[in-house]
């Protein structure tokens, strides 16, 4: 198993000022690495899905990778970069040398505006030519909710683990992990990481690493036991943890993807302030009941095997 993706890994939200150009806020970026440098967590994903990539330009992207290089010490840095084609996601990547001494892997999500185009065999050549030029290794990265539905089939995901610089998948998906496992998981060099809480619990029962948590942005070290508690005491403690932790997390920063979580990062000390807009905050009631969750959460993670 790969160590750098043991555990878990935080799919760091990125800040925008409150000004009306919503600039990426880098101080508070700084700021939230500063208070996750002392926790458990394995890792950082900047720009996926919680870091609003879609909602940033290729300069800004890069402010914040400059800023994750220069905070990440000696934790896992993983770099959000799939574009809608196989040039853009090249020259993208290609683009990051300035930091590529302090880059672990890049993540590159499925193309999918053509979704019905981006088939096995299309996938299969993208995948192929961004790794053959990426200085370093990537991440397939499966989010079918964020892109049109596109999965990378299995058969393609086996064929993929073959290429030397193609080193795992972050499956967000909420059917195609035991799948993945099968194809391609009892592999040392390729790992098959969770891509949510809601199947993480999947990924450890089938000896994966771990994954990338939206929940650790706000409950970086609670998210960090429970992989600690099944590598290090017994599966069976980490699954009553998990239906606690699951929990909390769904109603105390869940609910309304990207403004709750950010909502739940503000009321725990990390500097996340709003999504970028169309997507709105949400509302002082909304907010009042995710910190009411949090705090009883809180309370009943804290005494968890006591």
């Not at 892997?105 to 019905?116: I, Q």
């Given at each position: 198993?790969?160590?750098?993706?043991?555990?878990v890994i935080?799919?760091?939200?990125?800040?925008f000022?409150?000004?009306?150009?919503?600039?990426?806020d880098?101080a508070?970026?700084?700021?939230?690495f500063?208070?996750?440098?002392?926790?458990?967590?394995?890792?950082?994903?900047?720009?996926?899905?919680?870091?609003?990539?879609?909602?940033?330009?290729?300069?800004e992207s890069?402010t914040?990778?400059?800023?994750?290089?220069?905070?990440?010490?000696?934790?896992?840095?993983?770099?959000?970069a799939?574009?809608?084609s196989t040039?853009?996601t090249?020259?993208?990547v290609?683009?990051?040398e300035?930091?590529?001494?302090?880059?672990d892997?890049?993540?590159?999500?499925?193309?999918?505006?053509?979704?019905?185009l981006?088939?096995?065999?299309?996938l299969?050549?993208?995948?192929?030519?961004v790794?053959?030029?990426?200085?370093?290794p990537?991440?397939?990265?499966?989010?079918?909710g964020?892109?049109?539905?596109?999965?990378?089939?299995p058969?393609?995901l086996?064929e993929?683990?073959?290429?030397?610089?193609?080193?795992?998948?972050?499956?967000?998906?909420?059917?195609?992990?035991?799948?993945?496992?099968?194809?391609?998981?009892?592999?040392?060099?390729?790992?098959?990481m969770?891509?949510?809480?809601?199947?993480?619990?999947?990924?450890?029962?089938?000896d994966?690493?771990?994954g990338?948590?939206?929940?650790?942005n706000?409950?970086?070290d609670?998210c960090?036991?429970?992989?600690?508690?099944?590598?290090?005491?017994?599966?069976?403690a980490?699954?009553?943890?998990?239906?606690?932790?699951?929990?909390v997390?769904?109603s105390?920063?869940?609910?309304?993807?990207?403004?709750?979580?950010?909502?739940?990062m503000?009321?725990?000390?990390?500097?996340?302030g709003?999504?970028?807009r169309?997507?709105?905050?949400v509302?002082?009631?909304?907010?009042?009941?995710?910190?009411q969750?949090?705090?009883q959460?809180?309370a009943?993670?804290?005494?968890?095997?006591?």
């Open positions: 198993m790969n160590d750098q993706l043991r555990g935080i799919p760091v939200a990125t800040p000022d409150a000004g009306s150009d919503e600039a990426v880098v508070a970026l700084e700021h939230n500063g208070l996750w440098d002392g926790t458990g967590v394995a890792g950082y994903m900047v720009l996926g899905t919680n870091g609003e990539f879609k909602a940033v330009d290729d300069e890069r914040v990778i400059k800023a994750a290089a220069a905070n990440k010490g000696d934790k896992t840095l993983i770099v959000g799939g574009r809608e040039r853009t090249i020259s993208f290609r683009s990051l300035p930091w590529g001494d302090s880059i892997y890049v993540s590159v999500l499925t193309p999918n505006y053509f979704a019905k981006d088939d096995g065999p299309a299969a050549d993208f995948y192929t030519a790794a053959d030029a990426s200085p370093v990537i991440l397939l990265y499966v989010a079918p964020y892109a049109n539905g596109v999965t990378v089939p058969s393609v086996a993929l683990a073959d290429h030397p610089n193609i080193a795992g998948v972050k499956d967000t998906s909420p059917t195609m992990m035991t799948e993945y496992m099968v194809a391609a998981g009892a592999r040392d060099d390729f790992a098959v969770a891509g949510s809480l809601s199947n993480v619990m999947t990924c450890l029962a089938f994966g690493p771990g990338v948590v939206s929940a650790a706000y409950l970086p609670e960090a036991r429970l992989t600690d508690l099944y590598f290090n005491e017994s599966p069976d980490a699954k009553r943890y998990y239906r606690i932790l699951s929990r997390a769904k105390g920063g869940g609910k309304q993807g990207v403004a709750s979580l950010k909502a739940a503000n009321i725990r000390g990390y500097h996340a709003a999504p970028r169309p997507v709105c905050r509302s002082a009631d909304a907010e009042s009941q995710i910190r969750a949090l705090d959460g809180l009943e993670l804290a005494t968890f095997g006591a």
